[in-house]
């Protein structure tokens, strides 16, 4: 049996790219609660929980890059089911048969979502997360990054590495389930980079490092701005010059160009390549 158990773990992390396990208590009596909690948390190639019956401690492993323990155990948690972290809502759980309705003990309870099966799906395809708007949980994300570019165009370094503080608080801040869910999957895989380059401009000191991580950082802002939206209409620009001539681009709230890349040296080199409204 431990054999076993072995060659199955060996094949489920081969199958999820940056593999991670983590044990958690999730509660249940039964193994239709079994089939129900595997089937909630389980996601093709990114997530996958193996519940024992008896001790109630769930196994989870996944994909780093994509989910984390909280995802998995809010989407658990509306299915029905308790974790020590997360309640599930008192409408499902009183709909479970008389069989799985278990003692409850968790005290934080999930928020509200919509969700259908996502055990055939990967990339959270189906997970439609409730907000008022697309941009209303960025719109802070947005607002640092065009402080963030404006600071650059002054060419000072010390203020830069200040507005990019505030970009790494305010992608910190973000709360993935406020998020709509194509909205959702591009901010699962660009937060990483936008976290790593904005802390690499909050600590570096020289100005030219600060606009190396910029190009990246613009990169995959302008993603996650494309599917989100701004409140306004936004410029994606482009200088040919920059990036030691391979070219680099930047957002903008102005149809002008004011070049980061460059500041007072060539304010204007640079032209608007696309419009987002």
């Known amino acids: 049996m431990v054999a076993t158990f072995v060659l199955l773990s060996i094949t489920i992390n081969a199958q999820i790219n940056n593999a991670t396990t983590e044990t958690v208590t999730i509660y249940g009596n039964c193994g239709m609660c079994e089939a129900k909690i595997e089937k909630a948390g389980n996601i093709k190639k990114v997530a996958q929980v193996d519940w024992n019956q008896e001790t109630q401690m769930a196994t989870l492993t996944y994909d780093a890059a994509k989910t984390n323990p909280d995802e998995i155990l809010k989407r658990i948690a509306l299915a029905g089911y308790d974790s020590d972290q997360f309640l599930a809502p008192d409408d499902v759980y009183s709909k479970l048969p008389g069989c799985c309705q278990y003692d409850r003990v968790a005290k934080i309870p999930v928020k509200e979502v919509a969700m259908e099966d996502h055990s055939n799906h990967a990339n959270h395809q189906d997970m439609k997360v409730i907000a008022t708007s697309k941009n209303t949980e960025l719109q802070t994300v947005f607002d640092t990054y065009f402080l963030l570019k404006d600071v650059l165009i002054t060419s000072d370094a010390s203020a830069t590495s200040t507005a990019a503080e505030k970009l790494v608080t305010a992608l910190n801040n973000v709360k993935m389930d406020k998020l709509e869910m194509d909205v959702h999957m591009v901010w699962m895989k660009v937060f990483n980079q936008l976290k790593t380059d904005a802390t690499q401009i909050a600590t570096a000191k020289d100005i030219k ?13 302008y993603s996650l701005m494309k599917v989100a939206k701004y409140d306004t209409t936004v410029y994606y620009q482009h200088c040919p010059m920059a990036n030691d001539g391979k ?8 149809n002008e160009v004011k070049n980061p890349y460059y500041g007072s040296r060539m304010l204007t080199c640079g032209k608007t390549v696309e419009t987002l409204k």
């Open 209 to 221: 490092k600060q606009r190396h991580h910029f190009v990246t950082l613009s990169n995959e802002m």
């Open 247 to 254: 070219g680099a681009n930047w957002l903008s709230k102005e």
